[in-house]
């Protein structure tokens, strides 16, 4: 497990394992069930053990992650682990994110209700929910067609068809169609910072992307003023690749 990388004090290492998964809390047999939903118990304590206490303050992010079922996003058989604190695999050896890490991208994302996001490696399609509950306009773009139709067809499913469309391609190149864009979130490790998304990048837009090694990233915060970029660095992560031309190959 690489060390943790610059950050501010305030966050814990963040690590996204790929498909790495144990059993330590969030199951929902370990609460007190709920007639309406199994997992609201699960859902609630994941806010507060995982996120809250561990430095995400934005209300909106934790409201939005307190509504999102993530037990809907894990593969068929993994519910019981939706809510603890890891990256879960899903199909074609790609990953959920873990909570901490969508309520961090999301807190640093910062978008107003109404923005346009642009989401860069939507998977399973739980990112694009988590913005869309915060009122966000989202286009997704997964470069892996059956990962794109399970997220399609599963966000329409819980009703969050009308806020976010997705997208097959190669979203390194960002998407020149609908830019400039208010936000842009990328959930897969870029070498560096791709020119085309800086390029698409709204004035006054924030742009969320881990950068580094294949296996070992910093989280990087781009924000526009005008001509000028400015970037910061939140801290160690780890993510499945970027592939793509402004990407890995
Ligand atoms: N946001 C996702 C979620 O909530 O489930 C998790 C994303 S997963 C860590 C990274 C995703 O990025 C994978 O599904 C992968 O196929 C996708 N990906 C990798 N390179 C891509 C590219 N160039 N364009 C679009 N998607 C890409």
Redesign the pocket.
Known sequence: MPSRVGGPAAYPRRV?RPGGHHRDDGDPGDHEASDVDPYAAARARMVESHLRARGIRDARVLAAMASVPREA?VPAGLGELAYADEALPIDHE????QPLM?ALMSELLAPDPGDRVLE????????AAVLAAMGCHVLG????PE?AAAARERLAALGYGDAVEVRV????VGAPDGAPWARILV??AAPRVPDALTDQLADGGRLVIPVGARWEQDLVLVEREGGRLRTTNHGGCV??P???KA?YR
């Open positions: 996204i996003f790609q990953t959920i994110s969508v860069v490696g939507t998977g399973s399609g739980y990112q773009i997964e470069r892996i990962l391609g190669d979203g390194s959930a897969a993510f499945v970027l592939i793509g990407g």
